[in-house]
Antibody, heavy 122, light 106 residues
């Protein structure tokens, strides 16, 4: 079955860290760049980060640069988002997403994970 | 690139036509503009990519047009399942989303 299944998330205090995972199945994972997109409660979508198909290149939104790290394990078809020094404004549902074209960084997101909630609160 | 969607909310009846606008702060190639539908508690679903190409399984009542800075999503003959929030997305220069348009039942 072609899908992205997310895990991780939860409630964390400001300044702490959290790691999200996104397990891919049913497609050639190592041919696709992967992204993280987040959505604060009741608000719109915000792009967070992208990693190339081979893991050699990654880019971040200014709001998370220096605090979040995107990575992937192509041997396990899994994507990660390491979030450090979390802030209350990082509270959101986080989605992993695949772009529609192979071997490119940019594209429309044709497959999404189910989303996982991250709440940053003291 | 900032994307501004209008209107914020569209109140329509089933069977009517919805016209949603997405305006970019600078010119973008139509190749790099997409539209998504999101229902409450669900992940977004890709509807249109490349400004006018329907994604797999998307009915032909959904259509996208536009170029430069102005893009439009049209939903003809609204079905009950079409009432949702719609986002445009540009991937020409990094990635940005519009703030969304809610299509609600009148």
């Amino acid at each position: 079955q072609v899908q992205l299944v997310q895990s991780g998330g939860g409630v964390v205090q400001p300044g702490r860290s959290l790691r999200l995972s996104c397990a891919a199945s049913g497609f050639t994972y190592n041919a696709f760049a992967m992204h993280w997109v987040r959505q604060p409660p009741g608000k719109g979508l915000e792009w967070v980060a992208v990693i190339s198909y081979d893991g050699r290149n990654d880019y971040y939104a200014d709001s998370v640069k220096g605090r979040f790290t995107i990575s992937r394990d192509n041997s396990k078809d899994t994507l990660f988002l390491e979030m450090n020094n979390l802030r209350p404004e990082d509270t959101a549902v986080y989605y992993c997403a695949r772009i529609a074209l192979t071997y490119r960084l940019a594209g429309a997101f044709d497959m999404w994970g189910q989303g996982t909630m991250v709440s940053v609160s003291s | 690139v900032l994307l501004t969607q209008s209107p914020g909310t569209l109140s329509l009846s089933p069977g009517e036509t919805a016209t949603l606008s997405c305006r970019a702060s600078q010119r973008i190639s139509s190749t790099f503009l997409a539209w998504y539908q999101q229902k409450a508690g669900q992940a977004p679903r890709l509807l249109i990519y490349g400004a006018s190409s329907r994604a797999t399984g998307i009915p032909d009542r959904f259509s996208g047009t536009g170029s430069g800075t102005d893009f439009t999503l049209t939903i003809s003959r609204l079905e009950p399942e079409d009432f949702a929030v719609y986002y445009c997305h540009q991937y020409s220069s990094s990635n940005t989303f519009g703030q969304g348009t809610k299509v609600e039942i009148k």
